[in-house]
């Protein structure tokens, strides 16, 4: 990176990670959990005068491996399916089924492998463009402007049945996002403070696919459940903090937020035609949004210039979301797949000492949660033996 003409600067950085895997497709015996990526980010940065700056950016990464393997340690489906025909039952254990050579398959020997129909595939795609323009109104302010459009595109390819069907599980992901940003920052002898509005626009797909090709194979297990969020937020706020003395400092914030999401999801279930797993269509299109404030307060005191201490009390706020492509039916007793937002209460006092070649921190905080969202898989006593949420 460097000067490219006059009020004109670049920067470029590549990264390459290709290493072999840590583990073994014990059925195929083809490495898993290798890595094969590329990386690359480009800045260019414009500086039209001495109050104005532009600063461009440039990012892309590709990844295509067999990373991300999901590791299970015992079958999923032993038992027989919801059919009349014998020559179906049963979705035999790996230690029911043979190796190419004639020898018989089983489990994965080491935590680190699997043995699996077929490797698991990370195939993915990302990039972003970024425009950062700063401009200085004076010498206490300052204007900045954030926008940014990100993509993402995926394919994952993982079976999780742990039996001898060939469903071949692959899971298409595509999001894309755009947001803006503005900011007004104020820095005088005595007042800091940052004044921010924020727009966020996103989509999210989520297709899951198991049974071979679903859109044509006419295998009765194939299973299709598909879904899209679409997000919008809006959000204001403020951080300040004014100087009482050179030791002592009070600070306020707050940020009011409003979003929206919609969520429609879509699932085909098997073939009723074959009496096996119904075929159940679900189309439908539900909208929901939540809005919140959340303040914060705090004071820092420093009695000489090696020791500061602090304490803050805040409240805080992570997005409502929804179960994108859940088979959840739409009825009067089931309640749409939405997840309420998550809402934090958190007090925290300590001491920052720093001197020298020294320092030390502590802390002691404490915190009230409310709806809080967490993955969970759960054992269940039918197949296939455990549920996600």
Known sequence: GGPIAEGVRGRLAVQRIKRDGYGVNEFTGNEIDNANQWSGRAHLEFLPSDSVNILLTGEYHREDDRSLAIKFREV????????????????????????????QARFATNPRNVAT??????DREQWALTAAITVDASDAVSIKSLTSYRSFDAIFFHDFDMSTYLGYPWQPVFQHQFSQELQANVDTDKFHGVFGLFYLDEQIE???HIGLDVLTNTDPFRVQFDGRLDVKTWAAFANLTYDLSDQFSVKAGARYSWEERRLRNQAGLGSAALNRLVLDPMQWDATKSWDDFSPSLGFEFR???DLMLYGNWSRGFKSGTAE???????????????VDPEKVEAFEVGSKYSAGALSANLAVFFQRLKNGQFSLTRAIPTPPFFTST
């Open 117 to 122: 129909n077929f490797d698991p595939i990370n």
């Open 76 to 103: 999923s489906f032993p038992g027989v399916l919801n059919d009349n025909i014998a020559a179906n039952d049963g979705l035999s254990a790996l230690g029911q089924r043979l190796n190419a050579d004639g020898s």
């Open 206 to 208: 989520v297709e899951n």
């Open 324 to 338: 994108i492509g859940s088979t959840r039916k739409l009825s009067a007793t089931q309640p749409l797949p939405f």
């Open 303 to 305: 009695p000489n210039d």
